[in-house]
Each structure stands twice: as C-alpha cells, then as structure tokens.
C-alpha cells in the first residue's frame, strides 16, 4: 500500500528564521507526483507546491521550495523567510501513477507555529 | 472566480437523518471527489469521479453515496449518518490526475 508519513506533529519557527517540514513516502512506483499543502485556521486546503517525481530539479515558489530525494523517498517542504501568516497546518501528499481515480494520498500533517 | 462551493458549511444532524452536503465547481473539471479529515489521519478519499456518471469508492465510502449527472456537481448522500461520520469533509475538483486538487471550504459536520 502506497503511505505518505508526515514525522513532525507540530513545529514552531521564528518570525523571518527559516524551517523544514519532513515527509516520506513509500510506493514501488517510479511516476508520481508529489504535492504540499497549506490548511490555515480557515480550514481552507490551500496548494503551496508540487513536484514531479521524474523531475530531479527542486519545485521552488517564492519562498517556499522543496527537498526531493527520490532514492531516500523524502519530500521535504521548507519555508524561508517565515511571516505570522504561514502558521497552518501542513499536508504532504502524494499521487501514484497506479492509483484509480486521481486519488491524492495525504500525510497526518503538521501543525506550524509561527513565532512574533 | 474559479473555485469549488460546497454546502452547507456546517451541519449539526442527528442518527438516521438522511443528509446531503452539496458541491459544484466553475472550472469545467473532469475530476472531483470527496475527503474527511480527521485529527491524526490527514485526508482520506471517499468517493472519486472521473467523469459524468463514472464514480467510485475510495478508501473510506463505507456510509455514503455519491453521484455525477452534471458534471459542475458531485453531492455527497449519507442515507443513514451514524456519530462516527462526524468530520470535516472537503469536496475537490481537479483538471488532469496530477495537476493538484482545488479544496472547497469544508463542510464541518457533526452527527448526534
């Protein structure tokens, strides 16, 4: 069965510091495609990136970008520059190639605090 | 604006009440489905479409039903809700299978 983990439960960053928020995933598929996003106090689900496995260059979005290691099966998100509005919730989630029906498979998520 | 609408946004219903949380989206999209999120569990899929009148179950559908007559909507039916069907449920439409999903803003219900 193809899982996205997400390690991190919560994390706190600086206003203006930098931070990295971890996932991994476990598929034996080699095309997928990889994503992350945002749920602010809003609950809306908001996409902040997406990454596409065959690609080895890093998706980046202004101040967000992404660490993808395909071997070590890690897509980790990390957050330049942090402003009080980034604090969220964050999801990884992951289409593979073999799953019907376009089904996104998510992470637990993780809670991002952003400090003043 | 192109977005996903989805209502109500928050539902309070008893046991056994027939329920349906409506969803439609602008953007012409071939793909839509059905997530709740639950503390801990992330978003888990409970109905997919693929098209007009091509749906099927995802990981979670135990408890409901959906259908596509239109392709803008894509309703979720829970015939007979039961108190563990309380979550957040997100309707999401999509234009090809990787392109991302666009969220509506969430249903939160809770069933008593």
């Keep these: 069965a193809q899982t996205v983990t997400q390690s991190q439960p919560e994390m706190s960053v600086q206003e203006a510091e930098t931070v990295t928020l971890s996932c991994t995933y476990d598929t034996s598929e080699s095309d997928y495609y990889l994503f992350w996003y945002k749920q602010p106090p809003s609950r809306q689900m908001i996409l902040v990136i997406r990454q596409e496995a065959y690609k080895q260059q890093n998706a980046t979005e202004n101040r967000f970008s992404v660490n993808f290691q395909k071997a070590a099966k890690s897509f980790s998100l990390k957050i330049s520059d942090s402003q ?7 999801f990884c989630a992951s289409h593979f190639s073999d799953n019907a029906g376009n089904m996104l498979t998510f992470g637990g998520g993780t809670r991002l605090m952003v400090k003043p | 604006e192109a977005q996903v609408t989805q209502n109500p946004r928050y539902l309070i219903t008893v046991t056994g009440k027939k329920l349906t949380v409506t969803c439609s989206q602008n953007m012409n999209h071939e793909y839509m489905s059905w997530y709740r999120q639950d503390p801990g569990l992330g978003l888990r899929q409970i109905y ?3 098209n007009v009148e091509v749906t099927d179950k995802g990981d979670v559908p135990e408890g409901y039903k959906v259908s596509r007559k239109e392709k803008r909507n894509f309703p979720l039916i829970l015939e ?3 108190p563990n069907q309380t979550s ?5 439409s999509s234009l090809t299978y990787n392109y991302g999903y666009t969220f509506g803003s969430g249903t939160r219900l809770t069933v008593v």
């Excluded at chain 1, 009080?84 to 964050?90: E, T």
């Excluded at chain 2, 957040?88 to 999401?92: D, G, N, T, W």
């Design chain 1, 84 to 90: 009080l509005g980034d604090a969220a919730m964050y």
């Design chain 2, 48 to 50: 997919y479409s693929m």
């Design chain 2, 80 to 82: 007979s809700p039961s």
């Design chain 2, 88 to 92: 957040l449920y997100f309707c999401a």
